[in-house]
């Protein structure tokens, strides 16, 4: 069956606070609330293939989520967080099949303690994944599935008793604290969740490298205590290369690192107080350090350069930031005459500037998609091989209060899927003669290209069809003619073939009780409460279920 029209997305940023998005509400799946993506430019013939996967967070419902091209919401993830916050969501590769990888958890001060998680193309859990050695639980800064499928890569955060003495004798301003954070990465067996590497900054990075003093920060710590140890490395990614090395962004010390893959030393350091490279760039509390090509003594690397965090900035440079704007960068390192070069960059269509998080991208087709960290964007970028890449789509997510929240990394995946859950389905009439509505959904369905609504005065049929109409944004709704009042009603997911795809459970008709107000034709509002038993001619008998955010889709049984 052929793969629905992908999206790709990139945003315009704006010199203001974005704050938490305007959510979405669902007749026929009440229980979600995503935030609206809003596309403002969209290019189809510069964009490549995908959906967009984000993992907005300081929200109230956290979720990842996936998006197609025009905004419409493909799947919305909360209920694997339980309330806690979804990290890093991409596409892997796992026993030789795709699978959605991200991590949860619960969100500290600058890092978190969670799980890593693997579903499958019908969103069934396949593994959860945790942290090895009696360490700390996983950290969200990187999950990352490796290329053959049989490892990952997951950092950790851990508190450390601190001696100022005889770690940084003679600095005044470290005399006072007596807990270090310190970051961690395992390489992980998935098979086994056994650990096969572990690295740990404080073997072999000085405190003295690092750039964010103790308390200048909201998440710095003041190292007083193990609840606010000093975290002066603050670990955010880790990639391998083929030999097994490791390359490892710290953020605080505004360095990537290469990292022998046998005993853990540093083979080569680039940026921040003691680079082994001349450089013809910089970049400042980076993020999402990835290996793109190894030739001989040639290495090319990306990174997300944010060019800013929260410290006090250094003599003559301004409040808002080191450099000017954040950018995605790539960079090439000639190891043998230790030089380095910018070779291209990538910023935003407002050049502005986020505090924390972000990631680049490589796409298939040679774009490069960026997404924004702390203000919850992205961009997509044509090839810049020729020097002139352009913005090829943007798109941001719609605020409505003074909520702040972020998307810690935004990616573009291909991605088909067929959820193991049935469709949902809601269906109202706002008495008996009046035409029914039907909304219907499947949460994360990829491959739906119709709904077929069919009817029956018996939950158990038969039942007739009664409406066939395309699929329109995640939740389709329709009408029929009020001679086709049922009772009861399924709804049928067919594809683009029309083959049937999957089938809601038989849902009873709503209708509201006599005399309610701000009912309509259509619905009855997102805010009634639905709890007053209707005596109508269609036999209706409510339960006492309680809807506050939109008609519900159970909880009511009808009576011949």
């Known amino acids: 069956m052929a793969l629905n029209t992908l999206l790709s997305i990139a945003v315009l940023t704006k010199l203001v606070p974005y704050v938490r998005a305007q959510v979405q509400h669902f007749y026929s799946n009440p229980t979600l609330a995503p935030p609206t993506l809003v596309v403002e430019t969209y290019n189809d013939s510069l964009t490549d293939n995908?959906?967009?996967?984000?993992?907005?967070?300081?929200?109230?419902?956290?979720?990842?989520?996936?998006?197609?091209?025009?905004?419409?919401?493909?799947?919305?993830?909360?209920?694997?967080?339980?309330?806690?916050?979804?990290?890093?969501?991409?596409?892997?590769?796992?026993?030789?099949?795709?699978?959605?990888?991200?991590?949860?958890?619960?969100q500290e001060n600058g890092y978190a303690r969670g799980y890593g998680l693997i579903l499958d193309q019908t969103y069934t859990q396949v593994l959860n994944v945790t942290s090895g050695n009696n360490q700390p639980s996983l950290d969200q800064h990187e999950f990352f599935v490796q290329e053959d499928g049989t490892t990952v890569l997951a950092t950790i955060y851990k508190q450390i008793p601190f001696d100022a003495a005889t770690s940084a004798p003679g600095n005044t301003a470290l005399e006072n604290v007596t807990w270090l954070q310190v970051g961690i990465f395992q390489q992980i067996d998935l098979a086994t969740n056994n650990v096969l590497f572990e690295w740990q900054s404080s073997d072999f990075v000085p405190v003295s490298a690092s750039?964010?003093?103790?308390?200048?920060?909201?998440?710095?710590?003041?190292?007083?205590?193990?609840?606010?140890?000093?975290?002066?490395?603050?670990?955010?990614?880790?990639?391998?290369?083929e030999n097994g090395d490791y390359l490892v962004s710290g953020r605080h010390v505004k360095t990537v690192y290469r990292i022998n893959g046998t005993d853990g030393s540093i083979v080569?350091?680039?940026?921040?107080?003691?680079?082994?490279?001349?450089?013809?760039?910089?970049?400042?509390?980076?993020?999402?350090a990835r290996i793109r090509n190894e030739t001989g003594s040639t290495v090319v690397i990306s990174v997300y350069d944010n060019g800013s965090d929260?410290?006090?900035?250094?003599?003559?440079?301004?409040?808002?930031?080191?450099?000017?704007?954040?950018?995605?960068?790539?960079?090439?390192?000639?190891?043998?005459?230790?030089?380095?070069?910018?070779?291209?960059?990538?910023?935003?269509?407002?050049?502005?500037?986020?505090?924390?998080?972000?990631?680049?991208?490589?796409?298939?087709?040679?774009?490069?998609?960026?997404?924004?960290?702390?203000?919850?964007?992205?961009?997509?970028?044509?090839?810049?091989?020729?020097?002139?890449?352009?913005?090829?789509?943007?798109?941001?997510?719609?605020?409505?209060?003074?909520?702040?929240?972020?998307?810690?990394?935004?990616?573009?995946?291909?991605?088909?899927?067929?959820?193991?859950?049935?469709?949902d389905l809601f269906v109202y009439?706002?008495?008996?003669?009046?035409?029914?509505?039907?909304?219907?959904?499947?949460?994360?369905?990829?491959?739906v290209d119709s709904w077929r609504f069919r009817t029956s005065n018996e939950?158990?049929?038969?039942?007739?069809?009664?409406?066939?109409?395309?699929k329109s944004g995640f939740e389709t709704n329709t009408t029929v003619a009020a001679g086709d009042f049922n009772l009861f009603t399924i709804a049928e997911a067919r594809d683009a073939f029309g083959d049937l795809l999957g089938?809601?459970?038989?849902?009873?008709?709503?209708?509201?009780?006599?005399?309610?107000?701000?009912?309509?034709?259509?619905?009855?509002?997102?805010?009634l409460n639905y709890t007053t038993a209707a005596t109508?001619?269609?036999?209706?008998?409510?339960?006492?279920?309680?809807?506050?955010?939109?008609?519900p889709t159970y909880g009511y049984r009808f009576t011949a």
Request: aromatic content about 14%.
């Open 310 to 423: 929260d410290s006090p900035p250094p003599t003559g440079k301004s409040k808002t930031g080191y450099e000017p704007y954040s950018a995605g960068k790539v960079l090439s390192l000639d190891t043998s005459a230790n030089t380095s070069t910018l070779l291209d960059w990538y910023v935003s269509p407002d050049k502005q500037l986020s505090t924390s998080q972000g990631d680049l991208q490589y796409l298939p087709n040679g774009n490069k998609f960026m997404g924004m960290g702390n203000l919850p964007f992205a961009v997509e970028f044509t090839d810049n091989s020729t020097g002139d890449a352009t913005v090829a789509y943007y798109a941001h997510l719609e605020n409505n209060n003074t909520d702040t929240f972020s998307s810690y990394r935004n990616y573009k995946f291909e991605w088909i899927a067929q959820p193991a859950a049935p469709p």
């Open 536 to 551: 109508l001619g269609c036999s209706v008998t409510q339960s006492t279920r309680k809807h506050h955010n939109s008609p």
């Open 503 to 527: 089938s809601s459970l038989a849902v009873q008709t709503f209708v509201p009780a006599t005399n309610t107000n701000g009912c309509t034709s259509m619905s009855c509002g997102t805010t």
């Open 211 to 241: 750039y964010v003093m103790p308390g200048t920060t909201d998440i710095s710590g003041n190292g007083l205590s193990a609840s606010t140890a000093w975290d002066y490395f603050h670990i955010n990614s880790v990639d391998m290369f």
């Open 429 to 447: 009439a706002q008495n008996c003669s009046t035409s029914p509505v039907f909304y219907a959904s499947w949460n994360g369905a990829t491959e």
């Open 50 to 106: 995908g959906y967009i996967f984000m993992t907005p967070f300081q929200d109230p419902q956290p979720s990842p989520l996936i998006f197609q091209s025009d905004g419409t919401l493909i799947w919305d993830g909360r209920a694997y967080v339980n309330g806690l916050q979804g990290h890093d969501l991409t596409v892997c590769d796992y026993n030789e099949t795709l699978n959605l990888c991200f991590m949860y958890g619960a």
């Open 459 to 470: 939950s158990s049929g038969p039942f007739s069809t009664v409406a066939t109409v395309v």
């Open 268 to 288: 080569w350091q680039l940026n921040g107080k003691t680079s082994d490279f001349t450089q013809d760039f910089t970049f400042d509390f980076q993020h999402n």
